[in-house]
Every structure is written in C-alpha cells, then in structure tokens.
C-alpha cells in the first residue's frame, strides 16, 4: 500500500488549522425577513453579527466577554446574553439602543428568555437567590418579577395577545414542567406522576 497514516505533527497542525476556523452560531431572521443575526468568533470573541441582504456583515457588539445567544425584538431591536467576568455571571444587553439590561446585578446569572410583540424581555435570574431562578420581566426601563419559586424557572414564549407566558419549571434535570403564567394565574399544563422532560414546546393559538 502506497498510503500512509499522517505523522503526529501533521495531525497536530491539522487540529490546530481547524481550531483556527471562525465559527457561526444560532442564526436568526430579522422580522422582516431580509437581515440575519447569527454569533461568531470571526473577530477573536464571540460577538453579534449581521448579515444584510447584499452579503455584506457588520459586527454588533465588542462586549469584554463571550456572547452566548442573541434574540430580535419586534422592532427590530436586538437582545443578547453574555459573560461578562469570564466565570459565566450571564449578563443581558441590547443594540440600538445600548442598554445593560442588567447591570445592577453582576453577581447574578441571567438567561435571555422570550420578547413579547410590544417589546417586553422576559428572562430568568438568580439574583434572588443563588440556587433558584425567578422570572423577571423588563419594559420602558424597568424590571419586576413576574414569578418566584424553586428551581430553574425558564421562559419560553409569550402568547399571541401578550397577555401569557410559557415557561418550564426544571425541578431537576430529568423531572420538568410547563406551565402558563398569566397575570397571578399560573397553570400547569403538564401534570404527571413520573419524573418527565419537555423539549422544543411550542405554542399554536386561534
């Protein structure tokens, strides 16, 4: 046989090579369709980018630390998840305008959650405490909790008339529910007896 295996330096430079690559992650349209939002470390950091409908892509943010994920608004406003201090104290901000979301807890881990048709965020915190993560909500500048209990509480999806929230409550990592939070009213929409996990729900409304 004429072949041989690469010797381990080649192997070695190969790895190397690869790691090297830039990479594009949780790519998202713009609501109206024409401009894409996606995650990359093309710059060195993980950091927002668009793509505009020429082909032409702009960087959005040159934040300090790493962006995890990154969500539109309904006006085309832009939210995004990132780490601030390296340790994943997850912080949330916006583009256009720049805003920290939520500045006033560093300490405090932030999941980005849902945005609701009139602009409002929803997401998920510990600021309260450090083994349990509440639901918040921010609009026109302010933040108040919607909902508070044990666990990991993650929301998902507002409802068509923004009146409603779907969330999932993570009582452990193989025992989960959903539920619909509206006003104080707070629904379980999956009772069950036995340990159960929910993944990718989705809401279908009239």
Known sequence: CSCSA?????????????????????????????SLLYISNESGRKQVHLRSPDGSSRQLTAVRGQVKQAMWGPDGRIFYEWDAQGRERM??????????????????IHELGAVARDGRLAFGSNRGHPADFDLYEFDAGKTRRLCQGRGRNVPLRYTSDGKGLLYLH?????????????????????????????????????
């Not at 192997?11 to 109206?32: E, F, I, N, Y």
């Not at 901000?93 to 920290?100: N, R």
């Open 6 to 34: 690469p010797s381990a330096r080649g192997g070695d430079r190969l790895l190397v090579d690869m790691l090297a690559l830039p990479s594009w992650q949780r790519p998202r349209w713009a609501p109206d369709g024409n």
């Open 91 to 108: 912080q949330i901000s916006s583009v256009a305008p720049a805003l920290e979301l939520t500045a006033d807890f560093p300490d405090a």
């Open 170 to 206: 993570e009582r452990n990592a193989v025992d989960t529910e959903l539920h619909l939070l509206r006003g104080k009213a707070d629904q379980l929409l999956t009772p069950h007896d036995q340990p159960a996990v929910y993944l990718s729900p989705r809401l279908e409304e009239d």
